[in-house]
């Protein structure tokens, strides 16, 4: 047994929204040691430069001062004589509301590991990281509670917590403050709800039951739930949208409007449903790029399109098998999805592959140009996925679907805490499903080439079709700006780009009317593909005109059909692919 030992005291202040921390390292110590503050968190793919919050760094022995000098942008060394025990006190500013960052108010106080805890960084051969930690929480007013999945610390009282090791207390992010807690049993198994913020109309018994359902079906799919208690850490601000995945615990951040129409309460259902697969796909099953966890720097992976987007098609199809939704508003979400991604130049410019390795570089950091050059792993992983599946059912007289990949690759991998190498794509799906998946993969994960969706949607009797289209394009996104209409992004090969129009640009006139933000689409409707325009805008405060041929508008979206002459073989696929009530379904549309 090591005689070293890490302890972290917390308490906030809430008026100035800080996270105070004080952390007692007891030795054998390096002279001097090196402290260093992570980079990022697991699950969200950006170095967060958490060190830059963290302020008035002290260090002492046996309360005497000693010097700590700061050696690079996240690194500490101090320097403590050859002391035993050293005391290492700070603070982190807290003052950002998302699930992977920290928030102090006046009803709480939500911190994560990766943002708030320097650490000793492995010296002379001995890996601190690995050490027990305890974790004491002082709460600004007594009435608040605590919301955590770290577990108590036996013996030492209701507000200390221990973590088995550094990843651990990563892992579990801590809410103390003014909560709703809402309990229920899954297999025997605690979980909760714990809602922070006010919701405008909730109905919590109706969320409760949705949600036992989404664990209970995905926990059919994998066998069983791999933890003694979970919970979901559910924050409600305006305008708020995210997840972020820990082994039993999620925190999810949403509007307080989350619960006023069908639809709103359907994205956070799957947002539950997303957040909770990835207790298995991600935080058990992971890419060997992600295993161990390197705090310090990127960890890279180029299967972030089936992890990530694997679980984004999995969300809303878990809400189907669960029967929280229809099976025709299922393929409308996915038709949904498919537009977004037509509607995605850099879809020709960036394989998912390739979008899923620049993850930390592209996807958190977009620009004006991200939608030429980028592509979303979370938005066509998903559609590559389903699309996939669907031609594993097709290939297998539907006897094998991407379910039996995920199955696999946990019962290989996730449950042995092995990564899966990044080379082996192919092997495992084969490994999986007895089917060769190569020319999938090339074709759909490793290329740029337009995705074949009738092709692969007449696998399951389905085609689609796109909704018809108005006016004429000028191939722009654009944003207000007092009042103004902005190029927010000028789309590649578009008639704006081809006219010399460019992003920042303020729109002014069109054939010399005005237009804002309501008029501007009007205008495009009224006009033709081909026919000429006169656009006036300002570019740096130069007014500037342009001659603009408008070109071909997108769809206004797609539909997911019943394809005319589907087969019989092939609509019983479509109707075990779209779970209970499919049959029914297929019934009435054919």
């Known amino acids: 047994m090591s005689d070293r030992s890490i302890r972290y005291e917390v308490s906030f202040d809430t008026t100035r929204h800080l996270v105070r921390v004080r952390a007692t390292i007891a030795g054998p110590l390096p002279e001097p040691l090196t402290l260093q503050m992570p980079a990022w968190t697991p699950g969200s793919y950006l170095v967060r430069e958490y060190a830059r919050h963290v302020e008035g760094l002290r260090a002492s022995v046996r309360e005497k001062h000693c010097a700590a000098r700061k050696t690079a942008k996240d690194t500490w060394i101090v320097a403590h004589g050859g002391a035993s025990e050293l005391v290492v006190e700070y603070s982190v500013y807290a003052h950002e509301l998302t699930v992977r960052t920290n928030h102090v108010s006046d009803t709480h106080g939500y911190f994560n590991g990766a943002a708030t805890f320097l650490r000793p960084v492995e010296q002379g051969g001995f890996d601190w990281d690995a050490l027990p930690i305890e974790l004491e929480l002082h709460k600004p007013d007594p009435s608040w509670s605590i919301a955590t999945g770290l577990p108590r610390a036996e013996g030492r009282g209701e507000n200390v917590f221990r973590a088995k090791d550094f990843d651990q207390l990563v892992d579990c992010p801590v809410d103390v403050g003014v909560h709703e807690r ?247 799906f084969a490994a999986a499903t007895d089917i060769d998946c190569s020319d999938l993969i090339d074709a759909m994960v490793r290329s740029t080439q337009p995705l074949a969706y009738d092709e692969h949607l007449a696998k399951v009797g389905l085609t689609l079709r796109a909704k018809g289209a108005r006016g004429a394009a000028l191939g722009v996104r654009t944003r207000s700006e007092g009042g103004k209409v902005v190029l927010a992004s000028v789309l590649r090969d578009s008639a704006a780009e081809r006219a010399g129009l460019s992003p920042g640009d303020e729109l002014i006139a069109i054939d010399g009317r005005r237009v804002d933000d309501g008029s501007l689409r009007r205008r495009l409707d009224a006009r033709k593909p081909g026919e000429s325009v006169e656009v006036l805008f300002a570019r740096r405060e130069w007014v500037k005109s342009a001659t603009v041929i408008l070109a071909e508008p997108a769809p206004d979206g797609y539909e997911i059909l019943p394809a005319t002459h589907a087969s ?23």
């Open 568 to 590: 019989d073989a092939s609509k019983a696929l479509g109707a075990a692919w779209l779970g209970p009530e499919g049959a029914a379904f297929w019934s009435a549309k054919s």
């Open 182 to 428: 809402h309990e229920f049993v899954v297999e025997n198994k605690p979980h909760a709800i714990v809602l922070w913020g006010s919701p405008n109309r909730c109905d919590r018994e109706k969320l409760v039951r949705d949600v036992t359902k989404i664990v209970q079906t995905e926990s059919a799919m994998f066998g069983g739930l791999p933890y003694d208690n979970y919970l979901f850490l559910l924050h409600l601000a305006p305008g708020g949208r995210g997840g972020l995945e820990h082994e039993n615990s999620t925190a999810l951040l949403a509007s307080p409007d989350a619960f006023d129409t069908e639809s709103a309460y359907d994205d956070l259902l799957s947002l539950f449903a997303h957040e909770f697969f990835h207790l298995w796909q991600v935080k058990r099953t992971r890419p060997s790029g992600l295993r161990p966890y390197r705090y310090d720097r990127e960890n890279y992976t180029r299967m972030l399109w089936l992890f990530e987007g694997g679980t984004s098609y999995y969300d809303w199809l878990t809400l189907r098998r669960a029967g929280l939704v229809s099976p025709k508003k299922y393929l409308e979400h996915l038709a949904g999805e498919i537009a977004r991604l037509e509607d995605t130049p850099g879809r020709f410019a960036q394989t998912v592959e390739e979008a899923s390795f620049d993850a930390w570089v592209k996807l958190y950091r977009p620009d004006e140009h991200s939608v030429n050059s980028t592509v979303s792993y979370y938005l066509k992983g998903e559609i590559v996925c389903a699309l996939i599946d669907l031609e594993l059912r097709a290939r297998s007289k539907g006897s094998k679907s991407l379910d039996d990949v995920i199955q696999y690759v946990w019962r290989e991998f996730g449950s042995h805490a092995k990564g899966i190498p990044e080379d082996e794509v192919e092997r495992v």
